[in-house]
């Protein structure tokens, strides 16, 4: 086992602002409290709550570093008090409320999953967030379940990519949104059952189209503003609506008789604020009913770039720019 230095390269903006503020600093390397494993970062996802952070909208929750990153793979190099042994040494994924944009990062070991030999370590760095994510929300709170339609927006974000691969795995129908033909077409080569681009069609009338007017059992929404109304018109008898972003707007005006008449559930989370002990549920579940596929080489991330860590500003300017499909993650080595 190789020593832990003391000081560590990170990404810790002094200041909110323009992905020029991303620059590395130095920084003293996170101690594991009880319960919590040392990571040797080999690679982090970027997700767009980074963005937020960046800009100053979205702080880390009390007692969280301020140094950004939700998800990191790498080498198990120290335990905290309570951790069992035999993780030293364990290559891990894991969920982080903050911390992985840098060259080691502390996890609570509930939210760590062990990547098989099936994952690189960039693609390992890509799953946490997203599967989290997509497992809580469509497949709990919407409770998508086999036999079923979903209808998912922003179909090659990491959300719609991997919403679209575990709808495949359930026998779940998707339908996604995405905003061009090119991103229609990597959609359905993806594995997405329709894609509509809602630049050029109306998604409602497509929706209606698509599934001879019963409309979908459940829909996963990262917009809010005036699509909660449109998606609702999408919706079948009984169906589940399930927020977990607003990009297009923090207010919906919605017609309340019909959620009644039609009996619509509207729900919705965040994930990051949720504490340890939610998070090691999910992941006790996840390692339990998606593990297995990731073992077998089925589950896979897609990763559109990776990006050296000194080049996090670069990786932010990428996504801000909407042109990827997948994940975009840092690599530290």
Same mark, same amino acid.
């Given at each position: 086992?190789?020593?832990?230095?003391?000081?560590m390269?990170?990404?810790?903006?002094?200041?909110?602002?323009?992905?020029?503020?991303?620059?590395?600093?130095?920084?003293?390397?996170?101690?594991?409290?009880?319960?919590?494993? !040392?990571i040797?970062?080999?690679?982090?996802g970027?997700?767009?709550?980074?963005?937020?952070?960046?800009?100053?909208?979205?702080?880390?929750?009390?007692?969280?570093?301020?140094?950004?990153?939700?998800?990191?793979?790498?080498e198990?190099?120290?335990?905290?008090e309570?951790?069992?042994?035999?993780?030293l040494?364990q290559?891990?994924?894991?969920?982080? %409320?903050?911390?992985?944009?840098?060259?080691?990062?502390?996890?609570?070991?509930g939210? /760590?999953?062990?990547?098989?030999?099936?994952?690189t370590?960039?693609?390992?760095?890509?799953?946490?967030?997203?599967?989290?994510?997509?497992?809580?929300n $469509?497949?709990?709170?919407?409770?998508a379940?086999?036999?079923e339609?979903?209808?998912?927006?922003?179909?090659?974000?990491?959300?719609?990519?991997m919403?679209?691969? $575990?709808?495949?795995l359930?026998?779940?129908?998707?339908?996604?949104?995405?905003?061009?033909d090119?991103?229609?077409?990597? /959609?359905? %080569?993806?594995?997405?059952?329709?894609?509509?681009?809602?630049?050029?069609?109306?998604?409602?009338?497509?929706?209606?189209?698509?599934?001879?007017?019963?409309?979908?059992?459940?829909? !996963?929404?990262?917009?809010?503003?005036?699509?909660?109304?449109?998606?609702i018109? /999408?919706?079948?008898?009984?169906?589940?609506?399930?927020?977990?972003?607003a990009?297009?707007?923090?207010?919906?005006?919605?017609?309340?008789?019909?959620?009644?008449?039609?009996?619509?559930?509207?729900?919705?989370?965040?994930?990051?604020?949720?504490?340890?002990?939610?998070?090691?549920?999910?992941?006790?579940?996840?390692a339990?009913?998606?593990?297995?596929?990731?073992e %077998?080489?089925?589950?896979?991330?897609?990763?559109?770039?990776?990006?050296?860590?000194?080049?996090?500003?670069?990786?932010?300017?990428?996504?801000?720019?909407?042109?990827?499909?997948?994940?975009?993650?840092?690599?530290? %080595?």
């Amino acid at each position: 086992m190789t020593s832990v230095p003391q000081q560590m390269t990170a990404i810790d903006p002094a200041m909110p602002g323009g992905p020029e503020v991303l620059t590395l600093v130095e920084r003293p390397v996170p101690q594991p409290g009880a319960g919590e494993v !040392l990571i040797r970062v080999a690679a982090a996802g970027v997700n767009r709550p980074d963005i937020v952070q960046r800009l100053g909208a979205y702080p880390p929750p009390p007692g969280t570093t301020t140094i950004p990153g939700l998800e990191v793979a790498g080498e198990v190099v120290a335990i905290g008090e309570g951790v069992p042994d035999e993780m030293l040494g364990q290559p891990v994924c894991a969920l982080i %409320a903050g911390g992985g944009y840098a060259e080691y990062a502390v996890a609570p070991v509930g939210q /760590c999953l062990t990547v098989p030999a099936s994952l690189t370590m960039i693609e390992a760095a890509a799953m946490p967030e997203t599967l989290f994510t997509v497992w809580t929300n $469509l497949f709990e709170r919407g409770y998508a379940s086999e036999g079923e339609t979903a209808l998912v927006h922003g179909g090659t974000s990491g959300i719609g990519t991997m919403a679209i691969s $575990l709808c495949n795995l359930f026998g779940v129908t998707v339908i996604v949104t995405a905003g061009s033909d090119d991103k229609v077409a990597a /959609c359905l %080569a993806h594995g997405a059952d329709h894609a509509i681009n809602y630049k050029s069609e109306d998604f409602v009338a497509r929706v209606k189209e698509i599934t001879g007017g019963r409309g979908v059992d459940v829909v !996963l929404d990262m917009v809010g503003g005036d699509y909660v109304a449109r998606n609702i018109k /999408c919706m079948a008898d009984d169906g589940r609506h399930v927020s977990i972003a607003a990009q297009g707007g923090m207010q919906a005006s919605v017609p309340v008789f019909e959620i009644m008449r039609r009996r619509l559930t509207l729900t919705g989370s965040t994930l990051r604020a949720r504490d340890t002990a939610f998070k090691a549920l999910v992941a006790d579940e996840l390692a339990r009913n998606v593990w297995p596929h990731v073992e %077998a080489g089925k589950l896979k991330p897609v990763i559109d770039r990776t990006f050296p860590l000194a080049d996090a500003a670069e990786a932010h300017r990428y996504m801000e720019s909407g042109a990827h499909m997948g994940k975009i993650v840092l690599v530290t %080595a």
